[in-house]
């Protein structure tokens, strides 16, 4: 099977969308970008041995690979436009690339953002997806408009992802884990949840936002270097499921969340006066200084790409 039959049979029925004048087929796509919007852009890379692993399935590599990289829109408080997909496999296998096609479709329905061209070509396995959103203008979402005095909030729970990542590496296999509560852990890893919705809610509100992908601690500190502040955290406020906690205790729980990564939710600020979102905990305050305090500092560092 060849490039395009290859793009034909698996990926050209993805690109419709609202925004989309011309889709798969052409030597690019065309998009309408909403009048007084500004285009935001994100690329992401999936790089097998680095991101996945050969045992994980090609639905789930499908669908986390769309799902996180739309998280960085909904970081930004974008609304999707349309996605790129430069694919690189060492050979062709229907099978896998069924399976990856599946996910990838059920992601774009799920965050109604369309396939609109890209690349395949024979390579290490690898998938690098470069998705388009817009927003009205001057309402993007920044790391750098952090306060003194904000509140610092996140959504969700945290820590839950990276422990589903050490089920399916197998390092849990003495734990006696609940079936529902493992299968919810190992979901949060293999399917991650883009907040799209909130993006939306915290344009006009937030003073800054970022997605957790790095870790708490790590993102937060991304943060509070672009706005010029300190980031104080206080350990107890920070969210934990009750999942998590039954399977390894509060405290190993707290060292996911602070450290784990690929969470995928919203860490924001906001100034002390705005009301806060449903599903938000605040977790700590903006103060003067430099860097991330939180009085239980996790002996990690957070996820680094390089290693």
């Not at 860097?291 to 560092?301: F, I, L, P």
Request: net charge negative.
């Amino acid at each position: 099977m060849g490039e395009f039959d290859v793009i034909t049979r698996y990926f050209s029925s993805l690109g419709s969308g609202d925004f989309v004048d011309l889709s798969v087929g052409d030597d690019a796509a065309a998009l309408t970008v909403p009048p007084n919007s500004e285009l935001i852009v994100s690329t992401d890379s999936s790089v097998l041995d680095t991101h996945f692993t050969d045992d994980v399935f090609p639905e789930d590599v499908g669908y986390k690979a769309v799902a996180s990289a739309v998280s960085d829109l909904a970081a930004m408080g974008a609304e999707p436009l349309g996605m790129t997909l430069a694919l690189t496999m060492p050979s062709v296998d229907d099978l896998w690339l069924h399976g990856l096609s599946q996910g990838l479709a059920g992601a774009c329905h799920e965050y109604s953002l369309p396939l609109v061209g890209g690349d395949t070509t024979r390579g290490p396995l690898s998938l690098t997806l470069t998705v388009m959103g817009f927003c009205p203008r001057n309402e993007k979402l920044l790391r750098s408009e952090a306060r003194v005095g904000d509140k610092i909030c996140v959504s969700g729970s945290l820590g839950d992802a990276a422990f589903g990542l050490a089920v399916m590496q197998g390092q849990y296999r003495g734990l006696e884990l609940d079936f529902d509560d493992q299968e919810y852990l190992v979901g949060r890893f293999t399917h991650p949840t883009a907040r799209l919705e909130l993006g939306r809610q915290l344009r006009q509100r937030a003073t800054s936002c970022i997605d957790l992908s790095d870790g708490l601690l790590q993102d937060a500190a991304h943060v509070a270097n672009a706005s010029g502040v300190r980031f104080s955290i206080h350990s107890a406020a920070v969210p934990l499921s009750t999942a998590l906690v039954s399977a390894v205790g509060e405290a190993q729980a707290l060292e996911y969340a602070l450290s784990g990564g690929e969470d995928y939710e919203l860490l924001f600020t906001l100034p002390p006066d705005r009301d806060v979102p449903d599903e938000v905990s605040v977790i700590g305050i903006v103060e003067a200084g430099e860097g991330v305090y939180c009085d239980v500092m996790s002996r990690e560092q957070g996820y680094d790409h390089f290693h």
